[in-house]
């Protein structure tokens, strides 16, 4: 059955509309590893946070990389600030 604007099938589906988390991917881990380096290993969470930043804001081009890059810059630097008030 076809409809009445050409010959294109009712009932079709044009594969997922883009857009969403789905593009973001490797922008909301880096923003979890950021927030995680705040308080635990931040040379092991923040840096991990800010190269996955790097790569979502360089190779992939994803919308939410700039605040990746800041939360994980934070969690890095904060993080060690944090841990050495602490220490002290």
Same mark, same amino acid.
């Given at each position: 059955?076809?409809?009445?604007?050409?010959?294109? %099938?009712?009932?079709q *589906?044009?594969? %997922?509309a883009?857009?969403?988390?789905?593009?973001?991917?490797?922008?909301?881990?880096?923003?979890?590893?950021?927030?995680?380096? !705040?308080?635990f !290993? %931040?040379?092991?969470?923040?840096?991990?946070?800010?190269?996955l930043?790097?790569?979502?804001?360089?190779?992939? *081009?994803?919308?939410?990389?700039?605040?990746?890059l800041i939360?994980?810059?934070?969690? !890095?630097?904060?993080?060690m600030? !944090?841990?050495?008030i602490?220490?002290s």
């Amino acid at each position: 059955m076809t409809t009445q604007y050409g010959n294109q %099938p009712t009932g079709q *589906h044009h594969g %997922p509309a883009k857009g969403g988390a789905s593009d973001n991917v490797l922008s909301i881990i880096a923003i979890v590893l950021g927030a995680i380096g !705040l308080l635990f !290993l %931040p040379i092991v969470f923040g840096l991990g946070g800010l190269i996955l930043a790097l790569i979502a804001k360089f190779a992939r *081009h994803e919308r939410l990389s700039t605040i990746a890059l800041i939360v994980g810059a934070i969690g !890095l630097i904060g993080g060690m600030i !944090l841990g050495a008030i602490v220490a002290s």
